[in-house]
């Protein structure tokens, strides 16, 4: 019966330390505009939040039916706080993916939706 309880304490310990690792990694706290949202106007600007400073490696648009067009120019040094002008966008559904490279030099790849009405 012993071994099961260490094996079983052994695993809860693993697995917390995999969760505080996880979470180490920069993650999306906030978007401008938010992930799903629709809007009656299209934004200037493409901003995200990180929970940390995070350099954007690379930034695409991709309106539904549409190419995939790479946005720029992309900051040069991490920030937590990034914004990037957007072009005119006409109505339709979009996509916006990134990747940013953490502090702890891991790749992070994320994507937002949203709808312009008008």
Same mark, same amino acid.
């Given at each position: 019966?012993? =071994?099961?309880?260490?094996? !079983? !304490?052994?695993?809860?310990?693993?697995?917390?330390?995999?969760?505080?690792?996880?979470?180490?990694?920069?993650?999306?706290?906030?978007?401008?505009?938010?992930?799903?949202?629709?809007? @009656?106007?299209?934004?200037?600007?493409?901003?995200?939040?990180?929970?940390?400073?995070?350099?954007?490696?690379?930034?695409?648009?991709?309106?539904?039916?549409?190419?995939?067009?790479?946005?720029?120019?992309?900051?040069?040094?991490?920030?937590?706080?990034?914004?990037? =002008?957007?072009?005119?966008?006409?109505? @339709?559904?979009?996509?916006?993916?990134?990747?940013?490279? @953490?502090?702890? @030099?891991?790749?992070?790849? !994320?994507?937002?939706?949203?709808?312009?009405?008008?």
């Amino acid at each position: 019966m012993r =071994p099961v309880r260490s094996l !079983g !304490g052994w695993l809860l310990v693993v697995w917390a330390a995999g969760t505080t690792c996880a979470q180490a990694h920069a993650h999306l706290q906030a978007s401008i505009p938010r992930e799903g949202s629709t809007l @009656g106007t299209a934004p200037a600007a493409l901003v995200l939040q990180f929970s940390e400073a995070a350099r954007l490696t690379a930034l695409w648009i991709e309106k539904s039916g549409g190419e995939k067009q790479k946005l720029t120019p992309l900051p040069t040094e991490p920030q937590s706080r990034i914004a990037v =002008p957007l072009p005119k966008l006409a109505p @339709g559904d979009y996509v916006v993916s990134w990747r940013v490279l @953490g502090s702890d @030099g891991h790749v992070v790849p !994320g994507k937002i939706r949203f709808t312009l009405t008008r």
